[in-house]
């Protein structure tokens, strides 16, 4: 549940409500706006009838959430959130593209990718190094090798990295080289991981699983944000439907929801969300029409010889013409891209 407080409510009073509840069990999450503080509680709520919180000075009201998603909903923080990350900032009125190749693979080809990117005017490098294959004998990644050469690489070119950790023991290691953690899809619902994550202080991006619905996306953010990290962002990535002629069927609809039930920023990978080149871009185009706050796409220099997502990689002259439609698409939604 919630405590709104009153407009200007004293520090005073709102410590009090917090050691209130803190003593009677509740872990508390404070979200304080520009004019209001409101206290997010969590805990048994057939307690809270007991402590007469409604009476306590300044409380303006108490609200139960009913959605089981209590810290992500628009309820307990109106505003959206904008997680900043040096000068680059998420969720805001600039639409941030990530780029690059699905799997980091050499330290030529990301040295070449990050060229790519930073000309491109994007602000942050993609790329894999612990990479989720379908197949055990598919190529794996580099491991930590792979961080290291991303890390190099988004150190040479300016860029801000994001890159996906796939194990609860190796958030340490992938949160030493990286500015963003990503979950993958296939560990949505990898608990321990997602509270392991919650621990550090790094932005999160957290794919939405292939058969997860709104809600499951959603009560993985929960997770993170209750472990005490809040700066998370949700990612549609496509789902599972019985069509196969795109590798994934890209839910757009679920942007626009996600952004009415959530202050988090949503983003959109339209790569893997279909699977093939010529239907990224539109679908990117799309997305920002929708509201995503940004894109990450899959860019290689040479997507035939790519060793991972080849068929849904664009090359730098197509990644660079999308640019221009997206910010034109931009502009005409009132945000920004790529200035
Ligand atoms: C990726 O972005 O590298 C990836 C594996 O995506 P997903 O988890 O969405 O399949
Ligand atoms: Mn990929």
Request: glycine share 8%; with cysteine.
């Amino acid at each position: 549940m919630i405590i709104v407080m009153e407009n200007g409510a004293r520090e005073e009073s709102i410590t009090k409500v917090v050691e209130k509840l803190e003593e009677n069990g509740f872990s508390i999450h404070l979200s304080q706006g520009v004019e209001r503080t409101i206290i997010g509680a969590v805990g048994d709520k057939s307690r809270l009838a007991d402590l007469s919180i409604e009476a306590m000075s300044s409380v303006d009201r108490v609200i139960g959430i009913l959605a089981p998603y209590k810290l992500a909903s628009r309820e307990f923080k109106s505003d959206n959130t904008i997680i900043q990350l040096g000068d680059v900032n998420i969720g805001g009125d600039e639409i941030q593209i990530m780029a690059g190749p699905c799997a980091i693979e050499s330290r030529e080809q990301a040295l070449e990718i990050a060229d790519i990117v930073k000309r491109s005017g994007a602000k942050i490098m993609r790329g894999g190094a612990f990479k989720p294959r379908t197949s055990p004998y598919a190529f794996q990644g580099l491991g930590e090798e792979g961080l290291k050469i991303l890390r190099e690489a988004g150190e040479a070119y300016g860029l801000k990295i994001i890159t996906e950790v796939m194990e609860p023991g190796n958030v340490e290691l992938v949160a030493h080289y990286s500015d963003i953690l990503q979950i993958g899809a296939r560990n949505m619902q990898n608990f321990p991981l997602l509270k392991e994550v919650a621990r550090f202080d790094k932005p999160v991006l957290i794919k939405r699983g292939l058969s997860a619905t709104i809600e499951e996306w959603i009560m993985a953010a929960e997770y993170v944000l209750n472990g005490g990290n809040n700066k998370v962002m949700l990612c549609e990535r496509g789902i599972r439907t019985f069509e196969t002629y795109t590798r994934n069927t890209l839910d757009l609809s679920a942007v626009v929801v996600a952004k009415q039930l959530t202050h988090l920023p949503v983003i959109v990978d339209p790569s893997h969300g279909t699977g093939k080149w010529k239907i990224v871009g539109p679908m990117a185009l799309a997305a920002v029409t929708a509201g995503a706050d940004g894109l990450i796409i899959e860019v290689h220099p040479r997507p035939s010889e790519a060793l991972c997502d080849g068929s849904q990689s664009l090359t730098e002259e197509n990644f660079n013409k999308l640019l221009i439609n997206i910010k034109k698409v931009a502009n005409a939604v009132d945000r920004e891209a790529v200035q």
